[in-house]
């Protein structure tokens, strides 16, 4: 069965580390997104990818980067961890033209 | 733009209550809605959803009207179980957001035996 798999489930961090979180789906989607859940504010979108070389900002890009060299996967960087950026994070996953998205199981990333 | 605004949490209903979560939206063209459900330690699946004025989506008992009139998409289910004590997402995409999605903050729903 397809599926999208994070990686890893749970990270404790010190501030000031590079830390990436991996995102691989076996969906054939060229839509890729990456959202962090925090209390009070829902899902917020940190970056997009609309296929193999495209990436885009979201609405909370300052300090995350990503890059898409492949369809299958789009990890996510946080180039210098900060206390702020402890979250829960969500990779997810469209098929171009669909309107149906396919969520992961979630990042839990704690900074300290 | 591009917005979602259900109702505050928490939601604290007895087994075989009634549910009503509200969700309003605005939006630019016409975009398709959703319900998304989060059970604990999960990601979001996906609920129902509908993709026009008028439609009806439904999944699991639970229901949502898309009604253009009111941009409103309120999620409704005639007697909830322990099982759907989970955080539920209102959502919405296509229209004019290409291929982007736009939550609410979500509404925690727990149900008490």
């Known amino acids: 069965d397809a599926e999208i798999t994070q990686s890893p489930r749970h990270k404790i961090t010190e501030t000031g580390r590079q830390v990436t979180l991996a995102c691989h789906q076996t969906?054939?989607?060229?839509?890729m997104f990456w959202y962090r859940q925090d209390l009070g504010h829902g899902l917020r979108l940190i970056h997009y990818?609309?296929?193999?070389?495209?990436?885009n900002k979201g609405e909370v890009s300052d300090g995350y980067s990503v890059s898409r060299s492949n369809t299958e996967d789009l990890p996510l960087t946080l180039e210098s961890a900060a206390s702020s950026q402890t979250s829960v994070y969500f990779c997810?996953?469209?098929?171009?033209?669909?309107?149906?998205?396919?969520f992961g199981a979630g990042s839990r990333l704690t900074v300290l | 733009g591009n917005s979602v605004t259900q109702m505050e949490g928490p939601v604290t209903l007895s087994e075989e209550a009634f549910l009503t979560i509200n969700c309003t939206y605005t939006?630019?063209?016409?975009?398709?809605l959703f319900w998304y459900v989060q059970y604990p330690g999960e990601g979001l699946q996906l609920l129902l959803k509908?993709?026009?004025?008028?439609d009806k989506g439904s999944n699991k008992g639970f229901e949502a009207t898309y009604r253009k009139e009111t941009t409103s998409f309120h999620l409704e289910k005639g007697s909830v179980q322990v099982s759907d004590s989970a955080v539920y997402f209102c959502?919405?995409?296509?229209?004019?957001?290409?291929?982007?999605?736009?939550f609410g903050t979500g509404t925690s729903l727990t149900v008490i035996p």
């Open positions: 997810a996953s469209s098929s171009a033209g669909a309107n149906v998205l396919t």
């Open positions: 969906w054939n989607h060229n839509n």
């Open positions: 990818s609309y296929g193999v070389h495209d990436t």
């Open positions: 939006a630019t063209g016409y975009p398709s």
């Open positions: 509908a993709t026009k004025a008028d």
């Open positions: 959502a919405l995409s296509g229209g004019n957001t290409g291929n982007q999605f736009y």
